[in-house]
């Protein structure tokens, strides 16, 4: 099963990720996971990105198509992925097509004006990059992750500039690969509003 999934910043991605990664037992491959943790590793790659993640803007196509190549030989990629945040370009995508075959794509459709108080209220955990929403999905505990007891934090550009902007370059950039992969015959379509259990059991559904 190699999957992607599209939608905007806050639409849901790393959540139903995260779940699908348990259902089906093949790893979510976050390009933005991977780009923090260069950042925090503080390599020449994480200082260049920073400089675009924190304008809210794309890191380009070259770098984070390096790190998509080098992620996808790897040994736990045999039986499938899911896709988080890549492809997020026409020319990721062009790319990505000739690095291997896509099975599905869901893409997660939000109203635009939910964005910035789901991105707003997302805490992550420093430990394992659970997901949590201090209104819509709080943790059990203030600030400590139900999973793993890890310490949850506010990720740097979930303030309200840089959704805002994040938002713009997803409208510009991203949006146009939904009807891309329509013309595919891959895009399969799912309501992100609801329940992030019920959202899960329709992804399941269309993958059927
Ligand atoms: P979101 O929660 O908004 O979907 P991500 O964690 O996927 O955010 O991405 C955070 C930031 O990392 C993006 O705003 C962008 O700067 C950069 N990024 C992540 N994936 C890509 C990609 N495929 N192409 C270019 N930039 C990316
Ligand atoms: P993405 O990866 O697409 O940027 P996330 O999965 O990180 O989105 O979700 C963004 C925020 O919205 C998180 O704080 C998450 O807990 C919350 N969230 C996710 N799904 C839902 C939902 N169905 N209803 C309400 N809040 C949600
Ligand atoms: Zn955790």
Request: glycine residues 8%; hydrophobic residues 35%; charged residues 30%.
């Amino acid at each position: 099963m190699k999957l992607i999934l599209l939608g905007a910043p806050g639409a849901g991605k790393g959540t139903q990720a995260q779940k699908l990664v348990e259902h089906y037992k093949i790893p979510q491959i976050s390009t933005g996971d991977l780009l923090r943790a260069a950042v925090k590793a503080g390599t020449e790659l994480g200082k260049q990105a920073n400089e675009y993640m924190t304008a809210g803007k794309l890191v380009p196509d070259e770098v984070v198509i390096g790190l998509i190549e080098e992620r996808l030989k790897e040994d736990d990629c045999k039986d499938g992925f899911i896709l988080d945040g890549f492809p997020r370009t026409v020319a990721q995508a062009e790319k990505l097509e000739e690095i291997t075959d896509i099975d599905a794509v869901v893409n997660i459709a939000v109203d635009t004006s939910i964005l910035l108080d789901r991105l707003t209220g997302r805490r992550t955990c420093k430990e394992c990059n659970a997901m949590y929403h201090l209104i819509f999905n709080p943790p059990k505990e203030e600030g400590k992750c139900d999973a793993c007891g890890g310490e949850l934090y506010q990720r740097a550009d979930d303030n309200e500039e840089t959704v805002k902007s994040r938002i713009e370059t997803y409208n510009e950039s991203t949006a146009p690969l939904v009807d891309f992969y329509r013309k595919k015959g891959k895009l399969k379509e799912v309501d992100g509003q609801g329940a992030i259990d019920e959202i899960f059991q329709n992804i399941l559904k269309v993958l059927e």
